[in-house]
């Protein structure tokens, strides 16, 4: 559902094949999918294949392997992803997003190729066990030694944290809040897989860094940056989220439609009657809304403006939209989604994930609320 970015129409011809060729992937690969979601296995092999077709580089220009795309091919790219059932390339994305904004040409040249297509994996080793959407309580520490860093810190809830090649850790410097590029050979590190509810596919871990020795080269953004180097991402891969979970609604609706359509009840088809057709009206309303919402951030992205409330409000919508069509899907299919070996339980773990990723739903309503009450003209209203 691309509502806004379609009405041009060399995107939308872009858009039309991109959603085909997501489609025959996930079709032809998906015994494969399903069971390394099911095992909880980062699936490598596929991940690679996504890389060489140029959907993990959206964002990255052409001569380090990329699309050279916007945010707009990086939301259509990400909603075909929660469509299908893909692998997510979201967290590559992030890197990618980091290393244009911060990196320097040595950290470029090393990483970014790899990563937007595919033969580098990268994490994000952020969170701690009391450290989440606030970094006042971060634990983690990088102080200095001769010309080095030593990190020293335990990180949870990092995904591919035990199948990447380089993270980017953050702790706190003596500077502040700072970020570093960290190969993932280095030693002093140790992973330990955790079994995370959704997105199995992209995996969690602890990652525990002790007295690891990175140079100053590996620093990402000078010192004290860290804050700067985090928003400058995040209100980007918001969008990401946010159109990883209309696909994931879409999905969800769309099969239990198809279910349904064939599903007689009585003298009727489940989808006769007028209180199943209100929850379908309901559900594909805010997946519209959702995408509106979510086009008109990516707009507003290439036109250069700051997009903090508008990827805020489109992962807000999505968040409910999201929830509302994978309601609307049990709805739909009855005793008929109850079972592992349907798709139904695995959307609704992978929407429960996303709605924490990149700051919960709270946090979004809290962002909407103060922007909206400390703006003396209420952001339009008044």
Known sequence: ??????????RAAWI??????LARFGEQHRSELD?????????????????KLGYLGP???????GLSGGVSEYVVISEEVGRHGLVSGQIAAQGQRWLLDWGTEEQKDR???GIATGEAVFSESISEKNAGSSFKAMESTATREGGDWLLTGSKTHVNLGADCD???????????LTSFLVDMTLPGIRTAVTDPVGLRLIRTADVIFDRVRVPDSALLGPPGAGLKTFLSTFNISRLGNASELIGLGRRSLELGLRYASQRQVGDSMVTGFQGIQWMVADAWTALQAASLARDDAAVTHERGEDIALQTTTAKHLAITAAERASDTAYSLVGGHGLYFDEPYTDIVNDIKVLKVAGGSAEIMRNYIARRVLTDPGHEGLA
């Open 35 to 51: 069971a390394a979601n099911r095992d909880k296995q980062f699936p490598r092999e596929l991940y690679r294949e996504l890389g």
């Open 16 to 21: 039309e094949t991109t959603a085909a060729e």
């Open 1 to 10: 559902m691309y509502p806004t970015l379609q009405a041009d129409p060399q």
């Open 111 to 113: 990483w970014l190729r």
């Open 59 to 65: 964002l990255v220009p052409e001569s380090y392997g």
């Open 166 to 176: 380089v993270t980017l850790f953050y702790a706190i410097a003596e500077e502040g």
